[in-house]
């Protein structure tokens, strides 16, 4: 699901009906026997300043007025000179591309609320907090941050580090994920019951496995999605990535092209692969909703005089540029600039959302989900099939399912 301040301010309020809508849904999610292991669940929001400059100022720095940017990382939790070899690289390339480095922070977590299996696979959830001193700013400070992020994941690679995953590594967004209850996040990481806990949009999910066993890294949302379903022609569209991420890269990222391959990364799921693509899609400079519009188009060709030329101009030129991938799926997403949430051509997984009189936005897969007074909302509907509604964060506009296509379109 989704939530989003309309106009683009951080509220508080986004963050806590995102929360309550996630405890909403923990019997969408599979729970091991030891009835307190969950196939997964999350949150990605923006990156609370307030908040993270007071956890700053603990390590004994003054926060100047830059940005800080946080990286949320699982590292090996029994083996502490891989541990330490983890976060040397970090460190390293994160110096090596001009950071200043805070320090690292032991993120607080209560261990009674998860389960056998989930404690002992559970890895150390650190972060490691930061600033630009270059005064690179937005599309072109992330597009850097996520280079350096794939370089630290094939150096940890390389040196065969158990258990280590980053989460995220961004000025904009942080993702709070594990293998708990849903209902349990706000109880696992205490952060999220903080009041400068604010965001001006909240991506959540509750996972259920249906193609690969559950995992810490493989909880949802991603760094860019959360998707509830599947993608049955998984296998063409990984082989099309393959076969076209070299010149795709090249022409994207020039000289460190060969920074962000393999494109799709081994040992991820379906919607794993989905998110990998979706984010390279938006570092190379799509919007959101342009990349959904790449990946899972509305079906076109034969709508006949249904659909406008300028529709069907722009889906004749997405098919002509990407494969499209295609299964029953809801999906949501968050650019840091844009949010969306679209269907599938089929529309086998529903979406549907509402508008309160205050300017936010609720989108949610079942009808209830999300907690708002009936007498604040203003809309509500349902997308159709291929269809997709999208929140311009900067310019603070909601754009329907008419309104998004025709922008792309123009």
Not at 67 to 72: E, L, S, T
Not at 84 to 113: C, H, N
Not at 188 to 206: G, I, M, T, W
Not at 374 to 389: D, F, H, Q, S, V
Request: proline share 4%; aromatic share 8%.
């Amino acid at each position: 699901g989704l939530f989003a301040s309309i106009k683009g301010e951080a509220r508080r309020d986004v963050v806590e009906h995102a929360i309550e809508a996630l405890k909403n849904v923990w019997h969408r999610g599979a729970v091991d026997a030891d009835g307190r292991t969950g196939d997964g669940a999350g949150i990605r929001l923006d990156i609370p300043q307030e908040f993270f400059r007071q956890q700053v100022e603990r390590t004994g720095h003054k926060a100047t007025h830059a940005k800080i940017a946080v990286g949320m990382i699982f590292l090996p939790r029994t083996d502490f000179s891989a541990q330490e070899a983890a976060r040397t690289i970090v460190e390293s390339e994160l110096l090596k591309e001009g950071f200043y480095i805070y320090g690292w922070r032991q993120v607080p977590i209560d261990m009674s609320v998860i389960g056998e299996k989930a404690r002992a696979t559970r890895p150390s959830i650190e972060q490691v907090m930061f600033r630009d001193p270059k005064g690179r700013k937005g599309d072109k400070l992330e597009r850097e941050l996520y280079i350096v992020r794939r370089r630290i994941e094939k150096r940890c690679i390389e040196d065969a580090i158990p258990s280590f995953y980053v989460c995220s590594l961004s000025v904009q967004t942080i993702i709070y994920k594990g293998m708990f209850l849903a209902e349990d996040i706000d109880t696992f990481f205490p952060d999220l019951k903080h009041e400068l806990f604010v965001s001006r949009a909240a991506l959540y999910h509750q996972r259920y496995s249906t193609n690969t066993f559950p995992q810490w890294k493989l909880a949802q949302p991603f760094r860019m999605i959360a998707h509830n379903g599947e993608i049955n022609t998984l296998k063409a569209n990984i082989n099309h990535m393959r076969s076209h991420e070299n010149r795709m890269a090249s022409r994207a990222f020039g000289d460190q092209a060969d920074e962000v391959k393999p494109i799709i990364q081994k040992g991820g799921s379906d919607s794993a692969a989905l998110d990998q693509v979706f984010e390279l899609l938006v570092r190379a400079g799509r919007i959101a909703p342009m990349a959904k519009t790449l990946l899972v188009p509305e079906a076109y060709s034969k709508r006949g005089d249904l659909m406008p030329d300028n529709w069907r101009h722009l889906y004749e030129y997405c098919n002509a540029v990407m494969e499209p991938w295609d299964g029953p799926a809801a999906l949501v997403a968050y650019d840091g600039h844009w949010c969306m949430a679209g269907l599938d051509r089929n529309g086998l997984r529903p979406l549907r959302y509402a508008i309160t009189n205050d300017g936010l936005l609720a989108v949610g897969s079942e009808t209830g989900m999300c907690p708002l007074d009936e007498e604040t909302i203003i809309t509500k509907g349902a997308l159709e099939p291929g269809r997709m509604i999208a929140v311009d964060l900067d310019e603070g506009k909601f754009y329907d399912s008419h309104a998004i296509m025709n922008k792309l379109a123009d």
